[in-house]
């Protein structure tokens, strides 16, 4: 599949369908994870023609990324490959404190590069903003790890348009990475306006809306895990949800397509979004996530898509 495309103002080129792997090795976000599942999961993806792997420190913790380096390692196509990682965490007597200093993302950077297996890490996030460091700072840390060459792109992730700006004083994000799906359309206010004049990659978590925007429960679905806890699968709010998500089904079927890849390729129709990095949780999923890049959508379809969840 050779239909890759530039990430923002990079020299990055990916495939739009990337692959999120906080289910590879992320023990403290899912519960029995398998991860000989994980390791399958990142060869299919690699064997598919994904070549934009995103991880971080914190899935769990450690484990996503040197599952990851074990993989590329094995499949001995590093060059071909863009991965990103995202560090800020640290623990301090067994509480997780957010550190943006200079010296802590230095050292977290050398810690991924070992995980990873790798010389360079291809994009680099600042996962959250902490309280004090300003963020020109802490940017400029990762264009002195860039201009060494550790580091091929600056990111940032959860930062308001406040703390991006800050973090761009000298224009050196490349990439930003924050919630963005169809029920959460904050960012189309400030933030993607933004990154779209200033020429910033916008990579959204969440894009299917933790399933809710696959198509795939009913009223009667029920949820044991973090699901349980969010607003957006609670009572009435929920089943308005799921007729928001039924009216998506006439289009996906008269396009032959499931209702995941629909959403999916509406992101990529959007300013300044140039991949989505939907996880998955079997190997089968990498696979048909791909069926996104068949989907074509018209003017029309992209705005009446977006009014069903205006």
């Given at each position: 599949m050779?239909?890759?495309?530039?990430?923002?103002?990079?020299?990055?080129?990916?495939?739009?369908?990337?692959?999120?792997?906080?289910?590879?090795?992320?023990?403290?976000?899912?519960?029995?994870?398998?991860?000989?599942?994980?390791?399958?999961?990142v060869r299919t993806a690699i064997d598919y023609g994904v070549n934009f792997i995103d991880t971080a420190y914190i899935y769990g913790p450690e484990r996503s990324e040197e599952l990851i380096g074990e993989i590329v390692k094995e499949k001995g196509n590093r060059e071909n490959l863009v991965i990103a990682t995202k560090g800020a965490h640290k623990f301090i007597e067994n509480d997780v404190v957010v550190d943006n200093s200079p010296a802590f993302l230095i050292k977290t950077v050398e810690e991924s590069l070992m995980r990873l297996r790798t010389d360079y890490i291809d994009v680099f996030y600042i996962h959250f903003p902490d309280q004090n460091t300003p963020k020109d700072e802490a940017v400029g840390a990762l264009k002195e790890l860039k201009d060494a060459g550790k580091i091929r792109a600056i990111g940032v992730s959860n930062f308001s348009l406040e703390q991006l700006k800050e973090a761009n004083k000298d224009g050196y994000v490349d990439v930003i990475q924050s919630e963005y799906n169809l029920f959460k359309r904050d960012a189309e206010k400030e933030l993607l306006p933004y990154t779209?004049?200033?020429?910033?990659?916008?990579?959204?978590?969440?894009?299917?809306?933790?399933g809710l925007l696959t198509g795939k429960f009913t009223k009667h679905s029920?949820?044991?895990?973090?699901?349980?806890?969010?607003?957006?699968?609670?009572?009435?709010?929920f089943e308005q949800n799921l007729k928001k998500v039924e009216q998506l089904r006439k289009i996906s079927k008269a396009k032959d397509v499931e209702i995941a890849h629909l959403v999916l390729a509406w992101y990529l129709a959007q300013d300044s979004i140039d991949v989505v990095i939907p996880g998955a949780k079997q190997p089968e999923q990498v696979v048909d996530n791909l069926k996104t890049l068949e989907v074509m959508l018209s003017h029309e379809e992209i705005q009446q898509i977006s009014s069903i969840f205006e």
């Amino acid at each position: 599949m050779n239909n890759k495309i530039q990430l923002g103002k990079t020299d990055l080129l990916v495939n739009p369908i990337g692959l999120g792997t906080n289910a590879v090795g992320g023990h403290n976000i899912y519960p029995n994870l398998d991860e000989e599942t994980g390791r399958e999961i990142v060869r299919t993806a690699i064997d598919y023609g994904v070549n934009f792997i995103d991880t971080a420190y914190i899935y769990g913790p450690e484990r996503s990324e040197e599952l990851i380096g074990e993989i590329v390692k094995e499949k001995g196509n590093r060059e071909n490959l863009v991965i990103a990682t995202k560090g800020a965490h640290k623990f301090i007597e067994n509480d997780v404190v957010v550190d943006n200093s200079p010296a802590f993302l230095i050292k977290t950077v050398e810690e991924s590069l070992m995980r990873l297996r790798t010389d360079y890490i291809d994009v680099f996030y600042i996962h959250f903003p902490d309280q004090n460091t300003p963020k020109d700072e802490a940017v400029g840390a990762l264009k002195e790890l860039k201009d060494a060459g550790k580091i091929r792109a600056i990111g940032v992730s959860n930062f308001s348009l406040e703390q991006l700006k800050e973090a761009n004083k000298d224009g050196y994000v490349d990439v930003i990475q924050s919630e963005y799906n169809l029920f959460k359309r904050d960012a189309e206010k400030e933030l993607l306006p933004y990154t779209a004049q200033h020429n910033i990659s916008f990579v959204p978590y969440f894009p299917l809306a933790s399933g809710l925007l696959t198509g795939k429960f009913t009223k009667h679905s029920t949820f044991s895990d973090g699901r349980s806890r969010n607003p957006l699968f609670q009572g009435e709010l929920f089943e308005q949800n799921l007729k928001k998500v039924e009216q998506l089904r006439k289009i996906s079927k008269a396009k032959d397509v499931e209702i995941a890849h629909l959403v999916l390729a509406w992101y990529l129709a959007q300013d300044s979004i140039d991949v989505v990095i939907p996880g998955a949780k079997q190997p089968e999923q990498v696979v048909d996530n791909l069926k996104t890049l068949e989907v074509m959508l018209s003017h029309e379809e992209i705005q009446q898509i977006s009014s069903i969840f205006e």
